[in-house]
């Protein structure tokens, strides 16, 4: 079946995510989804879907399965080489992070790897992550550089990034987070090698169209709050959105500094202060969770959820996946993390993979929501519940995946 068909989805549970429908998930029973070249072009009550559609292409009985929105991973580092389990292994026995790194582990460990690997060796070493995210329901995704710091390396792996979109029914956000790490060859020089990323690694990027934003890790052991401005100035004059690992290990208030770029999202923010969370509700920045690192670190400073959620500040959930500090490729696992860690809802989890989660990637007017105009990215899930695909692990009660109106897997 080719995607310009129409095709209505019949008898089935919507849980829409729709910032209009005010119901718990945004539910909707007793109505079709009709979609027709990729985008869902109307959602009627199904007597008038049935009555409207006939003869204009496929019905598909979801059989009282529940259908949401395809999920979205909007912060993930899926493009590396190698990965740390031997330094896991150490850490586990109490080595410190600061000796683990000193004997050449860390970050830099994963940027040796990365740099060893071509083009293609990596996209390949990738691909077993992105399709366990892709049978959980993950529709579209966002990678990151910032395993590669130099020119070469970095827009190689956002290439890498490219060429597994192409590779697979799936939409893929590239961000360049060269300001990730200081490599070797700026050791001790990190205002040069910011000068780097923003005069020649941020223009060659945007030039060839391999980024739609940039990152940066804005911490003690990342970048100072000035040169992350330097190089949130350097996105913005390219026409680059920005966003910030901000506020994961101590407060240097690096939320503020995304919001008053404007930027798409302030990610990680356990120590974000009060004025932070104003920021970010004044500015319309999402505030990104990622409980997996949080978990993997035994960290014990939370993210003030309730001061977010009261502020109205958008909350989305990611997996961070990552080989350092967020080795999971499991939406579903970060999703049950936001609930039991950080005391989101179900459904604000879900709202976070999707809805909210569009408006981190700047998609919010397209993707993530199951209402006329929005993208036909589908998962027909065998639940009687919601919370369910939250709740537990293990199993997956995902049946159907439906890509730009496509059925990339029958369950
Ligand atoms: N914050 C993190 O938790 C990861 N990067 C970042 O900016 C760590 C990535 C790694 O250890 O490889
Ligand atoms: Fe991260």
Not at 75 to 95: F, I, P, S
Not at 104 to 128: C, H, K, M, Q
Not at 291 to 314: H, I, M, N, S, W
Not at 364 to 374: E, S, W
Request: aromatic fraction near 6%; charge should be negative; hydrophobic fraction near 45%.
């Amino acid at each position: 079946m080719s995607s310009s068909t129409d095709t209505l989805w019949i008898n089935a549970r919507l849980a829409t995510f729709d910032a209009a429908n005010l119901a718990p998930y945004g539910a909707l029973d007793g109505h079709a989804l009709w979609l027709r070249d990729g985008r869902i072009h109307a959602v009627l009550p199904q007597t008038q879907a049935l009555a409207a559609f006939a003869g204009s292409g496929e019905v598909r009985d979801a059989k009282g399965a529940w259908i949401t929105p395809g999920f979205i991973d909007c912060h993930t580092h899926l493009v590396y080489g190698g990965n740390r389990a031997a330094e896991w292994e150490k850490r586990l026995t109490g080595v410190p992070y600061q000796q683990i790194a000193a004997e050449g582990g860390g970050i830099i460990s994963t940027v040796r790897a990365t740099r060893g690997l071509d083009e293609d060796e990596l996209a390949l070493t990738s691909l077993p992550r992105l399709k366990a995210l892709m049978k959980e329901g993950v529709t579209t995704i966002e990678m990151k550089s910032g395993y590669g710091l130099t020119l070469a390396d970095e827009l190689k792996q956002l290439r890498a990034a490219r060429r597994l979109e192409a590779a697979l029914p799936v939409e893929v956000a590239t961000t360049l987070l060269s300001a990730h790490a200081l490599p070797p060859e700026f050791a001790g020089d990190a205002d040069g090698y910011i000068r780097h990323v923003c005069e020649v690694i941020i223009p060659a990027a945007a030039q060839e169209g391999l980024a739609e934003a940039v990152d940066v890790f804005c911490e003690g052991v990342g970048f100072s709050p000035a040169q992350t401005r330097q190089v949130f100035e350097a996105a913005q004059a390219h026409g680059l959105k920005v966003k910030g690992h901000v506020e994961q290990l101590s407060n240097l208030h690096g939320a503020a500094l995304v919001a008053e770029f404007g930027g798409l999202s302030a990610d990680h923010i356990e120590y974000l202060d009060d004025a932070g969370v104003d920021a970010l509700a004044e500015a319309g920045t999402v505030a990104v969770l990622l409980p997996g690192a949080y978990y993997f670190l035994r960290e014990t400073q939370k993210p003030p959820v309730d001061k977010l959620r009261a502020a109205k500040v958008p909350m989305a959930v990611s997996t961070d996946l990552n080989p350092g500090t967020s080795p999971f490729a499991s939406i579903r696992l970060a999703m049950n993390q936001a609930c039991v860690l950080f005391g989101l809802t179900p459904e604000e989890a879900l709202l976070g993979t999707t809805r909210h989660a569009a408006q981190a990637l700047g998609r919010g007017a397209t993707h993530g929501q199951l209402a006329a105009g929005y993208v036909a990215d589908l998962l027909l899930w065998d639940i009687d519940h919601p919370a369910e695909i939250v709740y537990g692990l293990g199993t997956n009660p995902l049946t159907r995946r439906v890509f730009r109106g496509v059925v990339q897997h029958e369950g």
